[in-house]
């Protein structure tokens, strides 16, 4: 399994994941899911949206609502698009999914985690949870510049 994404796409990531810290970022990843074998899935627009957690857990939880998710929803729509995947960031630990995230998620979506270390950008990955919710499984990342 393979995430595509564009590189002005994944700039924009890294931006709100440094803003957001010490709390963890979150947003919505745009695109279109083809084939696998042909261009496979591909992120084409961020669409950033507010951690709408409640507390201080902010640092270690995030929250998208459904009116976030229904406004992405239209705004890909109107471009040809789809949501296919979740961003969020980890503030000072890996890119790993945690066993929240994994109690939370949903199949289908790709999970672009970053980490972020006293503010800076650290490494990344994106995970695919699998039919069954019993586990993720990683997904290679490629960048590819904007055409």
Not at 15 to 23: H, I, K, L, R, V
Not at 115 to 144: C, P
């Amino acid at each position: 399994m393979m995430l595509r994404i564009e590189s002005l796409c994944l700039k924009a990531i890294k931006e709100d994941a440094a803003s957001n810290y010490p709390d963890e970022g979150c947003g919505l990843l745009l695109g279109s899911d083809g084939p696998e074998k042909e261009i496979g899935r591909m992120v084409k627009e961020f669409f950033p949206t507010p951690n709408r957690w409640e507390d201080e857990e902010k640092r270690r939880r995030f929250s998208i609502t459904a009116s976030d998710f229904l406004a992405a929803e239209i705004k890909a729509q109107e471009r040809g698009l789809e949501i296919i995947g979740i961003y969020h960031s980890h503030p000072d630990h890996k890119p790993i999914p945690s066993d929240y995230d994994l109690e939370k998620a949903w199949p289908f979506y790709s999970y672009l985690i970053v980490e972020v270390v006293k503010g800076q950008i650290g490494s990344m990955a994106s995970w695919r949870l699998l039919g069954d919710r019993t586990k993720f499984t990683f997904e290679d990342l490629l960048v590819e510049p904007k055409p």
